[in-house]
């Protein structure tokens, strides 16, 4: 099986900046396309980002295009989200998640979840 979780969530003001951290363990997603996704209390899961097993096609949603940015280190097996210029609409819950074949933005398509990090962003 492979098991991912999340890290680097926390409580910050708006205009600050996270950095999410999703480490894999029990196989290797070398070749895996990676995605983040987010749900706050009471509303359905959205995409955010995800990037592709090459680590050269990167793909936002509207909300965060400009601000955050995916990236990869595969030695590492590790999945990054560099989140800037946040606003309290970002409070959410952050799951990663990993599947073979390309990057899409539909969490159905996606094989492996983490267990998701508290990201909150205060006025």
């Known amino acids: 099986q492979v098991q991912l979780v999340e890290s680097g969530g926390g409580l910050v003001q708006a205009g600050d900046s996270l950095r999410l951290s999703c480490v894999a363990s029990?196989?290797?997603?070398?070749?895996?396309?990676l995605g983040w996704f987010r749900q706050a209390p009471g509303k359905e899961r959205e995409f955010v980002a995800a990037?592709?097993?090459?680590?050269?096609?990167?793909y936002y949603a509207d909300s965060v295009k400009g601000r955050f940015t995916i990236s990869r280190d595969k030695a590492k097996n590790v999945v990054y989200l560099q989140m800037n210029s946040l606003k309290p609409e970002d409070t959410a819950v952050y799951y990663c998640?990993?599947?073979?074949?390309?990057?899409?933005?539909?969490?159905?398509?996606?094989?492996?979840w983490g267990q998701g990090t508290q990201v909150t962003i205060s006025s």
């Open positions: 998640a990993a599947r073979r074949r390309g990057a899409t933005t539909t969490a159905a398509a996606y094989e492996y």
């Open positions: 029990g196989r290797t997603f070398a070749s895996y396309a």
């Open positions: 990037i592709g097993w090459s680590g050269t096609s990167t």
